[in-house]
Structure formats: C-alpha cells, structure tokens
C-alpha cells in the first residue's frame, strides 16, 4: 500500500543504497542467494531503526538478528524476519548450568515462547552460564535438566533455543558453553530438535578452529551461525584469518538453510552511516558463495 510512511521509507533505502553506491535494490537479490543473511540489531546502532532496516534490506539483508520483543514488528513491518529472539533469561553469565537459576529461567521462557510462536519469531537465544568453579560435566547433566523442562512447550509452540557457543579466552571468560563438542553433547542429552546451537564463527576460530570439519561433525545440531573476522571481531575480509569463502561453501554444502548473521564491528574508526553500510556490503560479498 502505498502510505506516506512506505514512500519515507523507500526514500530513505534509495537514499543510503545511493550513498554507498548501490542500486536501490541489491545487485544480489536475496532469492538468488544460497545463504540468508541477518545481521545484529546493533549494527545499525548510529542510526535511525526505519533508516537501518531499509538500508540493509536494500543490500539483500533477510532478517534481524539478536532483536527484542519490543522491536520485532518495526523488523517485521520492514519486510525482515527476526532471525533470532533476545531478550528471556539472566544474561550470558547466569544460565542454564546452574540448577538454583532454573525456575527463574523456566517461567521467564515460558512467558517469551508464546509470546514468540505468536509473531512468528521460531528462535530465542539462550546461555549455558559461566562455570564459577563448576565442572563441565556437572554444568551439562545440569543445564540438560532445566532446558528440558522448556522443550514440550518449544516443541509445541515451534520455537527452538539456542544456545551461543562463546569463547571463554577474549571475551567471555569463565563461560561454559566454549566448545562445540560441550554444546552437541547437550543437544543429545536434552534430545529434542527444539534445542540447537548457535555456533559463532569467531568465537570458535578463537576456542578450537579447525572450523569447516566441526561445522560439518556437527550441522546437525547447529540453527545459527555468527560471522565476524578474528581477531578483533571487525569485517570479515582479507585482513584477518579466518578464510570465508571456504567456510561458508562448506555451510552450503550440508544443505543448511538458516539464517548466518553478521556479529561485527567494522575496524573503521567511527564509521559513518555510509562507511558502515559498506563495510557491511563487502562482508555479504566475501560470504556470499
Ligand atoms: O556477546 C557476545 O560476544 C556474543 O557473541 C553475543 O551474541
């Protein structure tokens, strides 16, 4: 329909696509592509949402990555998808691992999983929790019991959690769920096909590499991926290590078909609106194989 606000924000796409040299639509449409791109909410954070969400649309963007309840439908309204749900839960330190956090964890996710199922958002970000001294295979029995207690109200409502796989050595020290074998491990043990892996690429280029092998071991368990180059988690090109192109054709090849979001800053100083959305094009062009 055409309103005033669909003409703003058509604008406003023809206006930043211009800007970084683009065609108001993208020179690949999405449709041709056998990945579907999402990137973080928070890449767009020097700008206004409306703007954000029209330019990355025009650069073939599919979806929102890591949004909150309150944002989903200005996401939704834009023609994306909210590729994965934030917001239930006690943060990235306090998760599923420890059994005191459970009843806390349940009600809050009980509450967020219809709420999701109803606006069509199928993923909601979850965490294991730091280890504080605890041993892993205590924090896996442990955090298997309590997303256990979740997965009859995600198998019927369609939602799944997944949990990120994080590093523990740069960024997030102590965090449980550092390693994918940890994190498969716990996918057997809950045993539904409502709880998967988030695994992101940089986190664990940092933890384990040998990235194309465990992705492959382990697609099975996997529903998202994140992309940022290491190290210094910017743009994923030629200044750092991790080899892309490679990565991502192996991801096509198992036949995955969700969503691989762009977790990033780029190195840029101070990007401008511009700068930024470029550094976002070249990303999607070094990814898109
Ligand atoms: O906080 C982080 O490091 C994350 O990757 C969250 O997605």
Sequence with gaps: MLTRRNVLKAAAAGAVASAVGLPARSQTPADARKIKFSVTGGFGRSMPMDEFLSAVKSLGIEAIDLVKPDDWKTVQDHGLAVSLGSGPGMGIKNGFNRPEYHDALVADYEKMIP???????????????????????????????????????????????????????????GYMADHTAWGAELCKKVGSDRFKLLHDIYHMQIMEGDLIRTIRDNIDVIAHFHVAGNPGRHDPDDT??????????????????????????????NPTTAERLESLKNAIAVCNV
């Design 115 to 173: 709420i999701a199922a109803d606006a069509g958002v199928t993923s909601l970000i979850c965490f294991s929790g730091n280890r504080n001294g605890m041993d892993d295979q205590t924090g896996l029995d442990n955090s298997a019991e309590g997303l256990k207690r979740l997965m009859p109200l995600c198998e019927q409502k369609g939602v799944t959690l997944v949990m990120e796989l994080l590093n523990s050595k740069v960024n997030h020290p």
């Design 240 to 269: 750092q290590e991790i080899y892309y192109p490679a990565v991502m054709r192996a991801i096509v090849e198992t036949g995955y078909d969700g969503y691989v979001a762009f977790e990033y800053s780029p190195a840029k100083k």
